[in-house]
């Protein structure tokens, strides 16, 4: 397997200093370890129809997807002094396609959690899931929001400082769809095109929407999952305590969050805290010079402008 992923066209991003190289197959950038899992999971993995696939771009809202659909799954069991997401990574709850294989296969043996995680493009999805009716969950954020995550994420995780790390090298690179799991444009419309086509299998969500009414839209998630709230769960109160859980400042204020480790590797672990930095809207004002925006709007109408799907 790796000796086929170091066939594929390789981009060492010189932004990051070239610690980190991206692999091309499928007209999709991957990193090594996520290409070796996408193609692991498409030659292997069997859905289940009872499965219920996160799916999204990375640096598009996936924590608080998963945190969510987590605490919707799990509320039968745990209240929200007991809940797991308050000491465990919600990337730790819900396991990740392209690197938690064998957990996914044992959760098919022994249990009956649903959820399960992934950034792979739709036409990349092993064809079990496109075979099995199950349901997917997709959230879409602002593109230019994506931009300034994806460079703090990365920049962060090879430690490096802003100022040796030009964020115009990093836009320009995405910009041109090299970004792990990119073109983003690619992903968004996979996913909108097939939501339209098969809505009875298909939620599509845009991250700005959820933080506007995240009522409306947890109780929507719920039901298309499969775990409607009752009438007096809603009385009750339930809704608002899963939103509150699962709220950028109740986790990122979570001991784990702030001091633990995420596995992605047998060696290579990235901090929990990464996965926080500020959940605004609009954040990408503060680092997009007015030809950055003349060309990231560009971009989107050349690629996005006849479906519809409004991401300005």
């Known amino acids: 397997m790796e000796e086929m992923v170091k066939t594929c066209p390789q981009h060492t991003c010189s932004w990051l200093k070239n610690m980190f190289t991206l692999y091309k197959h499928e007209e999709v950038w991957n990193h090594q370890q996520f290409l070796e899992g996408k193609i692991l999971a498409q030659q292997s993995f069997k859905a289940h129809p009872s499965d219920v696939f996160i799916c999204s771009f990375p640096k598009s809202g996936t924590t608080w997807l998963k945190a969510l659909a987590f605490a919707i799954v799990t509320r ?13 990574l919600p990337h730790d709850c ?5 690197k938690d294989l064998e957990q996914i296969v044992e959760n098919h043996k022994n249990s009956h959690f649903p959820p399960i995680s992934t950034h792979l493009h739709y036409n990349s999805l092993p064809q079990s899931i496109l075979a099995s009716n199950c349901k997917i969950v997709y959230i879409h954020r602002n593109m230019k929001d994506v931009i300034v995550s994806y460079y703090h994420f990365l920049r962060k995780i090879v430690k490096l400082p802003m100022e040796d790390a030009p964020f115009e090298e990093a836009f320009d690179e995405f910009c041109q769809g090299v970004s792990n799991y990119g073109p983003h444009w690619d992903h968004i419309l996979g996913y909108w095109k097939a939501s339209l086509e098969r809505p009875e299998m298909f939620l599509f969500l845009k991250y700005e929407d959820m933080k ?101």
Not at 230 to 240: L, N, S
Not at 251 to 257: F, T
Not at 278 to 301: C, H, Q, R, T
């Open 76 to 88: 039968a069991k745990f209240d929200q002094s007991s809940s797991p997401l308050l000491t465990t």
């Open 94 to 98: 819900i396991p990740f396609l392209e």
């Open 212 to 312: 506007t009414d995240p009522i409306s839209n947890v109780k929507r998630i719920a039901e298309f999952m499969g775990y409607p709230f009752t009438i007096d769960e809603e009385k009750a109160g339930v809704v608002e305590r899963i939103i509150k859980l699962c709220s950028f400042e109740s986790l990122s204020n979570l001991e784990v969050n702030k001091s633990g480790m995420h596995r992605v590797e047998e060696t290579i672990a990235i901090e929990n805290r990464l996965f926080f930095r500020n959940a605004k809207d609009g954040d990408w004002k503060n680092y997009f010079s007015d030809e950055m925006i003349e060309k990231i709007d560009k971009l989107i109408d050349e690629k996005m402008g006849a479906t519809g799907l409004v991401l300005k």
